[in-house]
């Protein structure tokens, strides 16, 4: 079994002695039963994302800031932009564990976006599991699964019309990623990113699975 710390990089930058931009970092680090080895790969591995994450902020999208409020009218207001990571732990039993992590990004506009990225660790090796891992994936039980992410949305759009694009049988294929997925209780949850199947207001569209039992054979 898995314990969790969260750790935060956060800073108020300022242009003019005014704030314009805000990052808040949250990345999780582990404490195991199981291996501290692993536990120790993995911790080095959201350390290194977060401290990138950082540095980008501090970079990047601080410049990007500046050069749009130079281009602001001289007396319109002043916009602070932001960037957030949070993550969710969605799944730690015996020695997998799965989160998923969400950083949202507001540059100006009407809305900001948001982006998903998912993991699932074996604190036994410290590797991640993959949904080959859990579902011997065949191009035949590819399609199947396509199916099936299919149909949830045609039961979806009666409930909801228009709460998916009017593309998204061909849409779903071209935008499946298998590494967006994870563990949830019983259920494996398969994802999409905002727009890749359905508009803005859909938010980040998940399918569910139910969870084969051969998953305790890793715990």
Same mark, same amino acid.
């Given at each position: 079994?898995?314990?969790?710390?969260?750790?935060?990089?956060?800073?108020?930058?300022?242009?003019?002695?005014?704030?314009?931009?805000?990052?808040?970092?949250?990345?999780?680090?582990?404490?195991?039963?199981?291996?501290?080895?692993?536990?120790?790969?993995?911790?080095?591995?959201?350390?290194?994302?977060?401290?990138?994450?950082?540095?980008?902020?501090?970079?990047?999208?601080?410049?990007?800031?500046?050069?749009?409020?130079?281009?602001?009218?001289?007396?319109?207001?002043?916009?602070?932009?932001?960037?957030?990571?949070?993550?969710?732990?969605?799944?730690?039993?015996?020695? !997998?564990?799965?989160?998923?992590?969400?950083?949202?990004?507001?540059?100006?506009?009407?809305?900001?976006?948001?982006?998903?990225?998912?993991?699932?660790?074996?604190?036994?090796?410290?590797?991640?599991?993959?949904?080959?891992?859990?579902?011997?994936?065949?191009?035949?039980?590819?399609?199947?699964?396509?199916?099936? !992410?299919?149909?949830?949305?045609?039961?979806?759009?009666?409930?909801?019309?228009?709460?998916?694009?009017?593309?998204?049988?061909?849409?779903?294929?071209?935008?499946?990623?298998?590494?967006?997925?994870?563990?949830?209780?019983?259920?494996?949850?398969?994802?999409?990113?905002?727009?890749?199947?359905?508009?803005?207001?859909?938010? !980040? $569209?998940?399918?569910?699975? $139910?969870? $084969?039992?051969?998953?305790?054979?890793?715990?």
């Amino acid at each position: 079994m898995q314990t969790i710390i969260n750790n935060i990089l956060q800073d108020t930058m300022y242009y003019h002695n005014m704030p314009v931009f805000i990052y808040k970092i949250n990345y999780p680090s582990f404490g195991t039963t199981c291996s501290k080895a692993a536990a120790q790969k993995i911790n080095k591995h959201y350390t290194r994302a977060a401290r990138a994450a950082e540095a980008f902020c501090r970079t990047e999208l601080y410049n990007q800031t500046v050069k749009n409020l130079r281009y602001r009218q001289p007396d319109g207001p002043v916009q602070s932009y932001t960037f957030d990571v949070v993550y969710e732990i969605t799944y730690n039993l015996g020695c !997998i564990t799965s989160l998923y992590i969400d950083t949202y990004r507001f540059m100006g506009g009407a809305h900001g976006e948001t982006k998903r990225t998912s993991d699932t660790w074996d604190f036994h090796t410290g590797s991640a599991i993959t949904l080959n891992d859990i579902l011997q994936l065949s191009s035949i039980s590819l399609h199947n699964l396509h199916q099936c !992410i299919a149909q949830q949305i045609r039961e979806r759009l009666t409930l909801s019309p228009g709460s998916y694009f009017d593309d998204y049988s061909s849409l779903l294929l071209d935008n499946f990623d298998l590494a967006n997925f994870y563990l949830q209780d019983n259920k494996i949850v398969i994802y999409y990113q905002q727009y890749d199947i359905a508009p803005y207001s859909t938010g !980040i $569209p998940e399918f569910y699975f $139910p969870l $084969p039992s051969p998953i305790s054979l890793l715990e």
